[in-house]
Structures are given as structure tokens and as C-alpha cells.
């Protein structure tokens, strides 16, 4: 099984910054990707940024340019650093692991972010 934990999450004034954290840990194999993913209330869940084994990004593009996603030295660790926040990025953001084994994905709990205005 595997567990993913995150954290950061809090409430800023708009133009300003948080670092989210998420940690995986368990059986894990093999990790194909891990990403942020966020949902405000009434709208669908949403990916944010995604970064892959190889290095590889992808953002969405209300967030590019503000947001960057990196992979930490501990194992199985990944940041999100959001810049420049917005109120429209206020969320519930969750973490996402997909490993490599019948490409399952795993989740954490889901930290929130409020920007006021």
C-alpha cells in the first residue's frame, strides 16, 4: 500500500507565495509521475503541474509562469512552489502518485489554499 502525505497549505494575500510539500512512502516500485492536482467547490478536480521520472513538466496554463513543480532529494518527495498567487487559486489541492504498476494512482488527504484579495 501506499501512503501520500502533503502539507503547506494556508491562507495569503494575493501576490504572495506558498511551497506546498508532498511525501509518498510505502510499496512503491516504481513511480511514473507524481503531480498537484486542485478543486474549488462546484467545479470539477483539476491538474495543476506534473512532473515525470525523466524530468518532464507540464502546467496548466492559468498557473505557468507563477507556478513551479520540482522533485525533492528525500524519496519519493515533490514541492510546489506557487508564486504570484491569485484569489481564482484559492482550493482544495491534493497530491497525486501514479506508479508505474497497473498504473494506479494514489492520493493525499488534500491541503487548502485561500488567497484573499
Known amino acids: 500500500q501506499v501512503q501520500v502525505v502533503e502539507s503547506g497549505g494556508g491562507l495569503v494575500q494575493a501576490g504572495g507565495s506558498l511551497r506546498l510539500s508532498c511525501a509518498a512512502s510505502?510499496?512503491?516500485?516504481?513511480?511514473?509521475?507524481m503531480g498537484w492536482y486542485r478543486q474549488a467547490p462546484g467545479k470539477e478536480r483539476e491538474l495543476v503541474a506534473r512532473?515525470?521520472?525523466?524530468?518532464?513538466?507540464n502546467y496548466a496554463d492559468s498557473v505557468k509562469g507563477r507556478f513551479t513543480i520540482s522533485r525533492g532529494s528525500a524519496k519519493n518527495t515533490v514541492y510546489l512552489q506557487m508564486n504570484t498567487l491569485k484569489p481564482e487559486d484559492t482550493a482544495v489541492y491534493y497530491c497525486?502518485?501514479?506508479?508505474?504498476?497497473?498504473?494506479?494512482?494514489?492520493w493525499g488527504q488534500g491541503t487548502r489554499v485561500t488567497v484573499s484579495s
Open positions: 512532473i515525470t521520472t525523466s524530468g518532464s513538466t
Open positions: 497525486n502518485v501514479n506508479v508505474a504498476y497497473r498504473s494506479n494512482d494514489y
Open positions: 510505502g510499496s512503491i516500485f516504481r513511480i511514473n509521475a
